[in-house]
């Protein structure tokens, strides 16, 4: 998982993904993708559901209500 430039390039790593373990373990850093976010940073459609499974898109949502 990581935060993508247009070009495509992985800017900073945020997390992990591990189908191999049951259940899937799936990590996020949860303080850098906040920053990313606050800063302004528009996250695909596949990497809000994975901030949403770990909490992290909720937290970001409420700091702005």
Partial sequence: Q???AS????IEM???YNPMTDPAELR???????????NGATPS?????????????DKFTAEKA
Avoid: C, N, P
């Fill in 45 to 57: 459609d596949t990497a809000r559901a994975v901030l949403k499974k770990t909490g992290v898109w």
């Fill in 7 to 10: 070009e495509r390039s992985i």
């Fill in 28 to 38: 996020v850093d949860e303080e850098r993708a906040l920053h990313w976010l606050r």
């Fill in 2 to 4: 990581g935060l993508f």
């Fill in 14 to 16: 945020l997390g992990t």
